[in-house]
């Protein structure tokens, strides 16, 4: 008999929650949240194996400023099953999801909130010194979703994410194979990128110059004698988004010559990769699927760029103009 009551009394609670009938102000809502990264060329999501943190920026359909939902330990947000679950009165929200933002070495901020979503204003920066990078940037995905929360317990959604980072390695070789010492010359990269709005687009914020994290030489081969050696010089350098609304430039600078030796347009060697088998992607896309880069130029004897051929991300391009 006992038994049977307290099945009764569970299916009266069931009905409660779920029937236009009752006062539905005690029942839970709310969204649970997966978060996926597989804008890239692989087309797998791998935000549970790079992703460090994540927060969530509501805002009501009015874009009044709601909460922000942050999750901070890694052990959480690297598991694929990992769900964001947040109680959520009913009504309709957009949602505004970074990864990587809030770890404890996160390299970019979130400015202080406005009371709704902001037009153009920046939304995060990335920390630089006087505008300056020399770091390797921690991650940084974005995603954006909207959201509508009725009678039902909790809405199950998903929030597509982008990488906002890269990462450069760029390596100077020597087309007689003789020794490139790293020193000798200094590689950056000029881009207003730091700033970035609610809608991921760059925001005008100011030229920063990025310089490499990492430098030095390697032994990549022999000379055809079996015995000589031949290496390169290589830089590793991190950026923050790529767009086509800016212009960033790839710049050498040889010390012994005194002159910029390479200095042209990054976004337009980076698209020589685009080959027919992505003809259909878009610009954008395309560089923004694509986080990891690698560059190789050849110098000739005297250290200058022989202009006429690159390796990017280990495609052989060969160059027939360079009026860029």
Not at 104 to 118: E, G, M, R, V, W
């Amino acid at each position: 008999m006992g038994r049977g009551l307290a099945i009764l009394l569970l299916l009266v609670g069931i009905v409660s929650c779920n029937t236009v009938f009752d006062d539905q102000s005690a029942c839970p809502r709310g969204v649970s949240l997966r978060f996926v990264y597989e804008h890239n060329m692989e087309y797998v999501n791998s935000f549970h194996r790079q992703g460090h943190c994540v927060n969530v920026f509501v805002f009501d359909s009015d874009g009044n400023f709601v909460d922000n939902w942050i999750e901070n330990d890694p052990n959480l947000v690297r598991n694929e099953d990992y769900r964001m679950e947040r109680k959520l009165e009913k009504g309709s929200y957009t949602l505004i999801a970074y990864g990587g933002l809030t770890c404890d070495d996160a390299s970019f901020t979130y400015l202080p909130l406005y009371t709704k979503i902001p037009g153009q204003e920046a939304a995060v920066t990335m920390r630089h010194r006087g505008y300056e990078s020399c770091e390797s940037l921690h991650s940084l995905f974005y995603g954006s979703a909207t959201v509508e929360i009725g009678d039902d317990d909790y809405v199950e959604k998903t929030i597509y994410l982008i990488k906002n980072t890269n990462n450069l390695r760029f390596i100077l070789q020597q087309m007689n194979g003789e020794q490139v010492v790293a020193d000798e010359f200094s590689v950056s990269i000029c881009d207003d990128n730091a700033a970035l709005g609610w809608d991921n687009e760059v925001i005008p914020y100011g030229l920063v110059t990025y310089s490499p994290w990492i430098q030095g030489e390697t032994i990549i081969g022999v000379q055809e004698n079996g015995q000589t050696p031949v290496s390169a010089a290589f830089y590793e350098l991190s950026t923050s988004r790529l767009t086509l609304k800016t212009s960033p430039r790839l710049m050498v600078y040889s010390k012994a010559r005194q002159e910029y030796i390479i200095n042209i347009p990054l976004n337009t060697y980076l698209l020589l990769l685009k080959s027919e088998l992505y003809s259909e992607m878009p610009s954008q896309e395309f560089l923004d699927r694509i986080s990891e880069w690698s560059l190789v130029f050849f110098l000739d004897s005297q250290n200058r760029w022989v202009n006429t051929r690159i390796v990017v991300n280990d495609w052989v391009v060969r160059i027939n103009s360079t009026d860029f």
